[in-house]
């Protein structure tokens, strides 16, 4: 379903759409017409639910520990492992198993939410604001500043985010690095994930602002003498919601999983603190013994990808009832 | 869970002059050798108290005579050899290869870690009643196998020794245990004045500290295995030395080679295969081996799920490295008849810092001794199969542990709690000036383990615990190697808590075990491994005063006092005595060698 970025301009038909239905004209604001069509994509909505309820569970973690009778994230318990120190798998009292350290395994898959969401969504958000402002510069004046912004993007989106990943992971283990400024873990994440992804939005915006900023409505502004801040704020930037938040909604997943991948491979999120990725790395070595301890939060991972995925889908059918389901 | 660990042992800190050796690191490793000789006294070794599950060998049961003679033993390996050359080799993967084929003045036989018998030499040492001068006899019949042919003389072991000390063979133990040699300090691969060969069978070592029991200790070092300086003089010359490529023996087996002695390529393809076959030049009326197998065919690489599998139920076969954890579950729910566990691999124990910070104060130090579930971070390293709950620092099989204290060591009440008491903890902090029993100080601590399983467990173990004392933690996790090179090994780090620290002894020697990790004389800027900066001076004066005995009894019953005082300053939080698995299948008589983590000693073990 991916779709070229300028359909997804209101001026080329989502916003004024007057065929829907027979009879009289309504007149219907363009989120009215948003959420009739949204409505109906009951993928995008069970979608959305299963987000909203992956939201209340980080929020209310403890709660929600507390009220499914569990342990708690960080509760040691040697007694629940075996002679060899294999962990015991799941029981009434431990429905996903414990891993090594008889650390109940529901209780971090749940705790591992707020990792997986705070990545995704927080470090979504900031890249979407320096990529919206960047390409909104870009394209509205064009010229010299355009170059200067796109080369920008070109030598960033060069760097192999991996390698790098791996790299700041190590160097910034301990004391921090930039003057103890960016800490291993989280920090470290959410800053690459910040550098890498504010491209894709610049991108993006630079060339919906290319073809906007030539539309009558802004000739309009500009012969009436509104300035060049108010032309890109009030006129141009409320054409764009729809697309930056379709593909905002689309880069949470892959900001989720990068945070797994660095996890997975030691240089993000370190214990105790609870993630999916982490976890799954512990579990390789023992997966043979102890399969719950890799299968569950490989499946609350999935779970939380694909929900993002289709949410996204969802929300690009409904910005853009052109293109066919 | 755990993947025991065997090999690799990490050389830190050679610090000039100092007697020991050194090894860290929970995935330590072994090493090496010699204890005591001097006084020919009988043995006091260690072992006692370790025992082994019912139906599990250990080294100390298995028979070392009897055994049937002829066969091929394959041996299923997925690790590589590190060094062939004797003057270089310091792996435990390395010293299987090494003693079945080389023979240096002392070694040790299978089932002890304390008294080393003679095998090139032809009696114990003697020492000089100054220390100043150690005098080793060879015996007579010992030869090279071919292309060399000739009988070994004392200029052979000279000639080994004296390369070690040069850039191209750079041996890791030079420096520590044969620094005190007259004219060591300025060696560089040329004669040394110091090593002195009257005639052809007599070596006499002369040096300039009263230190020669711990160069006699020292000569069961693969380094003073004899090398024909006329034959390995021209691969010498090239740097890194080429001799292991080279390798000529005197044991009973020797690497397969070609008429010029040449090993690469037919006896040893590197990361393949490595065969020993018989040394047509070897007297066994000379040797103390038996060395009843024909063949050793090694083969390398592959993944030690499948090798454990193919060991256990296969035939003629074993693995002599380290034992994937679900193969040592299988072999001791299933095989146990082919499973052996050594004790005496090493130690794992917790750094503190001593010299600033909360762990400067003792009480402290006690209380987190105290608090410590050592039951649980045992088992996180695979329960007590293949750990003992640590309670002092002289480990089993080393002269010294029993009067130490043994298994239960010292009887005080923070130590008598292997699964933690916080009752004892908080009377400690009170006595810290902790008046709620919980650690109130503002800083915040650094705690830096190791990466990988079973480290990184038992490291969030101690930060948990730490955490219930009251203390704030920064808990960081990195390679072992980071941690002992950039963070745990740099006093100005400051690093507070190191919970992943182990010693593995290059010798049944006490000295070996506590001098460089404990002694305040050996704090270094880099590479340290008194990781704790220990430094208490009247434990200094006592090391550098038990360390010029002589006699492993009087040796074992002054670092013993030692290590009783380092419990009663808790200068560091033991927890694990490793003990490692080794595995066999059901027609292989394997004899293992408990001075080197239980690896099967091919020069004793035989097929049924």
Known sequence: ?325 | MVIRSIKRFMLAALVGGAPVALVAGAFVSLSLVLAACGSGSGSVAGAGGIKAPPGVKTPETEPQGGGTRGGTLAVLNHQDFEHLDPGQAYFSIDYEAMYPTQRPLYSYKPNTFAAPSPDLAEGMPQISSDRKTVTVHIRSGVRFSPPVNREVTSADVAYAIERGAGASVANPYFSSYFGSLEGAKNASGGPIPGIATPNSHTIVFHLTEPKGQIVASALVLPLTAPVPEEYAKRYDARKPTEYGNYLVATGPYMFKSNSEGKVLGIGYQPGKSAVLVRNPNWNPSTDFRPAYLNQIDIQIGGDPNVIGRQVLEGSDMVQNDEVAQAIFELAYERFRSQLEISAGAGTNYIAVNNKQGPFANVNVRKALWAALDRVALDKARGGELVTNVMTHFIYPEIPGFEQAGGLAGPQVDYNRYPSGNMQVAEKYLRLAGYPSGRYTGAKTIQVVGSTGSPNSTDAEIVNQTLKNLGFQTKFSLVDQSVMYSKFCGVPAEEIDVCPNVGWAADFGDPQAVLDVPFNGEHIESTNNSNWGQVNDPAINRKMAAAELLVGIQARAEAWANIDRELVGQAVAIPFAWDKQPQIESKNVAGVGDVWNLGSWDYSFTSLK
């Open chain 1, 1 to 325: 379903m991916s779709l070229g970025a300028a359909e997804l301009l209101p001026g080329a038909g989502a916003g004024l759409d007057f065929s829907e239905g027979a009879g009289p004209v309504l007149a219907r604001s363009p989120g009215q017409l948003f959420w009739r069509r949204f409505r109906r994509d009951r993928v995008a909505l069970v979608s959305l639910a299963f987000i909203v309820f992956l939201i209340l569970v980080a929020i209310a973690a403890p709660l929600v520990v507390k009220l499914l009778g569990l342990p708690g994230p960080y509760v040691q318990n040697p007694n629940l492992t075996n002679a060899f120190g294999s962990p015991l798998g799941p029981s009434s009292a431990h429905p996903f198993g414990v891993d090594p350290l008889g650390e109940d395994v529901a209780s971090r898959v749940i705790y591992g939410t707020r990792v997986s969401l705070i990545v995704g969504i927080a470090g979504t958000a900031i890249a979407t604001v320096i990529g919206v402002v960047v390409g909104l510069l870009a394209g509205f004046f064009r010229g010299w500043t355009d170059t200067l912004l796109s080369r920008l993007v070109d030598v960033v989106l060069a760097i192999p985010i991996l390698l790098l990943g791996l790299g700041l992971g190590a160097a910034c283990e301990v004391r921090g690095c930039l003057g103890g400024h960016v800490q291993s873990g989280l920090g470290v994440i959410i800053f690459l994930i910040v550098l890498v992804n504010w491209t894709y939005i610049a991108r993006i915006v630079r060339g919906l602002v290319l073809s906007l900023r030539e539309q009558e409505f802004v000739e309009a502004a500009c012969a009436q003498g509104a300035s060049n801040a108010r032309i890109m704020l009030r006129e141009i930037l409320p054409n764009l919601l729809a697309p930056i938040v379709v593909y905002s909604t689309l880069l949470i997943p892959q900001n989720i999983l990068l945070e797994a991948a660095l996890s997975f491979l030691g240089v993000g999120v370190r214990p105790p603190t609870a993630s999916w990725g982490q976890m799954i790395a512990a579990a390789t070595p023992i997966f043979n013994t102890a399969w719950w301890y890799m299968a569950f939060p490989g499946i609350a991972l999935l779970l939380a990808v694909l929900a993002f995925n289709l949410l996204g889908d969802g929300l690009q059918d409904a910005l853009n009832p052109r293109i066919a389901r």
